[in-house]
């Protein structure tokens, strides 16, 4: 029996895929691949895998972390591959190894929110953007687990932050919190267009470039 982490990106139409339909999606893939799983036990048995940290539907990534447990032994070095025939467009399998850092030690996030504005990056706009994220304070509301709405400052959970624009597109690279309590880069663009309703983006894209364990190696 072993227990291994699988690494693998979403992109393209892919990013549409819900956490649960990704989830049958790797069931699919391994079952035509003949992987035998490690099933829990009772009276509704299923396969045991899950997402070190689940991606909103919408967001792309190219640091996706799926746990699994195996009956047998792999060949963990062709086994990217070997999946990647049965994947469907925008999801590929990078790696594989054997999972020993438990996931609590997933420590932080480094993404890229981009704001997209129609009309260009003007000097205002990107002055204002950055003015925002210079405060020490930045409250919007989110909505909890039970579905209310509650207000929640994502400042603190900003760890890192730089700026730059590229055509009609200004880039927010980030550092957050990945856990206990997280941050959804999401919420970095939906605090521009809440606290700066003179210049919201036209549309907002989010990308997950690495996770992070406590000394801010690659979480593997």
Known sequence: MAKL?????????????????????????????SLVLRHSQGFHPHPLMSFALPLPVGQSSGCELLDFETDGQLELAGLPEKLNRCMPEGITAVDCWEAVKPIRELDALRCRVELVYDGGVTPEIAGAVKG?????????????????????????????????????????????????PGLNPALMAAAVETCLPDCPPDFARVRRLALLDREGAAFR
């Open 5 to 33: 982490r699988l690494q693998f990106c979403k992109e393209g139409r892919a990013v549409y895929i819900s956490h649960l339909d990704l989830l049958r999606t790797f069931q699919r893939v391994f079952l035509r691949e």
């Open 132 to 180: 925002l994220f210079a405060r020490d304070a930045i409250v919007i509301q989110k909505r909890t687990k039970h579905k209310a709405m509650a207000d929640v400052d994502i400042r603190p959970l900003i760890r890192e932050l730089t700026f730059s624009a590229e055509g009609e597109t200004l880039l927010l690279d980030a550092l957050v919190a990945a856990q206990n």
